[in-house]
Nanobody
Framework: VQLQASGGGLVQPGGSLRLSCAASGSIGSIDVMGWARQAPGKQRELAATITSGGRINYGDFVKGRFTISRDNAKNTVFLQMNSLKPEDTAVYYC???????????????WGQGTLVTVSS
């Protein structure tokens, strides 16, 4: 199973970016998908998660600025980020809790990360 994230880049304060992450491989089902971020010198922190049924959870710092969504048919999760601030600068990682075909076990997979830089 592989997760491929995209959509990062350089944006000015107050701007927007939309991150995408597609899961591929021997996937039976995916429960939770989400995003976490890690800024230089800081611990990784949760940004948002969404279950296959659409239940959503956001990190405290989001404060209504980010929206997570997913396309279950395409095993893809999105993060729409608005009103970006310099402190949002970080590598954003996507995550999926996957049950592979032919097994009942689930495990977490992480994407390679995509860099978001908020700067004027």
């Amino acid at each position: 199973v592989q997760l491929q994230a995209s959509g990062g880049g350089l944006v000015q304060p107050g701007g927007s970016l939309r991150l995408s992450c597609a899961a591929s491989g021997s996937i039976g089902s995916i429960d939770v998908m989400g995003w976490a971020r890690q800024a230089p010198g800081k611990q990784r922190e949760l940004a948002a998660t969404i279950t296959s049924g659409g239940r959503i959870n956001y990190g405290d710092f989001v404060k209504g600025r980010f929206t997570i969504s997913r396309d279950n048919a395409k095993n893809t999760v999105f993060l729409q980020m608005n009103s970006l601030k310099p402190e949002d600068t970080a590598v954003y990682y996507c995550n999926a809790n996957v049950r592979q075909i032919g097994t009942s076990r689930r495990r977490d997979y992480w994407g390679q990360g995509t860099l978001v830089t908020v700067s004027s």
